[in-house]
């Protein structure tokens, strides 16, 4: 049940965050989005939702921005941990004893990203704290823009690789689970969307649903790596980028019933995503 305490949620105007803004308030409950400037958030006015300037990087302002929330929803967008600790010290400084951290499914086996960091850092500061650890975001999709403005094709290798992305709406409903019932402390959720979907598949769907002439280029993994590396990702991770592609042609991501078990219904289809955001994918194409 919604109670008077807000639920601040960090990241409030990124994929995921605005969706759970929505989600929450859809459920009743009071919103305090976190964000860098509440003038150009683009949130529209609703009952319930509070915008509050805040910083991940100035743990000050979080612990201004979280003080008197009933739980916090966090994300880490930063490709290390400094500064982590500061952060979640400063939500427990403000009160905060419930966490829902948006983690990775590599958390456990890749030391290099933070996903792990992050999470032992909460789970040994508040006594209530989920973690969400998703697979590949449809959104991942919107990595392909650029490509397409310039030629209409994505360059790119390995165009059969099979993953099972999750709709951001989707997470966003099992992170508003997290922060409003008491059974998910302590569980940490892996996540897949409901179908395996090969990236050229991925693409021929945004095509029939923008009805544009968008087409898969396949490039070698060395011309790939190359290509990569001159837009200025760093080598490490180009290289695990291709790795995992690599695999995952070979060897398909595993649809899980995580979400459905959570929800009580089957997840959003690609096709599903691909419809849904066409008019901001028109006009991202002709941009």
């Not at 966090?74 to 829902?100: C, H, M, Q, S």
Request: a negative charge.
């Amino acid at each position: 049940m919604p109670t008077d305490l807000p639920i601040a949620v960090t990241g409030a105007t990124g994929t995921v965050g605005r969706a759970l803004v929505a989600a929450l308030l859809d459920g009743g409950h009071r919103v305090r989005a976190l964000v860098r400037d509440p003038e150009t958030s683009r949130f529209a006015d609703a009952d319930g939702l509070e915008l509050v300037r805040a910083d991940l990087t100035d743990p000050s302002t979080v612990a201004a921005a979280a003080r008197g929330c009933e739980a916090v929803f966090l994300v880490w967008p930063f490709v290390k941990a400094d500064g982590a600790e500061e952060t979640v010290a400063a939500l427990v400084e403000a009160g905060i004893r419930r966490i829902a951290y948006l983690s990775s499914v590599v958390a456990d086996d890749d030391p290099s990203r933070p996903d792990g960091a992050v999470e032992k850092l909460v789970e040994q500061a508040v006594p209530d704290w989920t973690f969400l650890r998703p697979h590949g975001f449809m959104a991942n999709a919107w990595h392909w823009m650029a490509d397409l403005r310039a030629g209409e094709s994505v360059q790119a290798a390995y165009g059969a690789a099979a993953t099972a992305p999750i709709h951001e709406a989707d997470l966003a409903a099992v992170a508003a689970l997290a922060l409003t019932e008491p059974h998910h402390s302590g569980r940490r959720y892996v996540l897949t969307g409901p179908a395996v979907i090969t990236q050229a598949e991925q693409l021929a769907a945004l095509a029939e649903a923008t009805g544009l002439p968008l087409s898969w280029e396949e490039l070698s993994p060395a011309a790939a790596r190359e290509r990569m590396r001159a837009v200025g990702r760093p080598p490490q991770v180009v290289d695990k980028v291709l790795d995992y592609q690599a695999r995952r042609v070979q060897f398909p991501e595993e649809v899980l019933p995580t979400l459905a078990e959570l929800t009580g219904r089957p997840g959003r289809t690609f096709a599903t995503w691909a419809a849904e955001h066409t008019p901001a994918l028109r006009a991202a194409l002709k941009g």
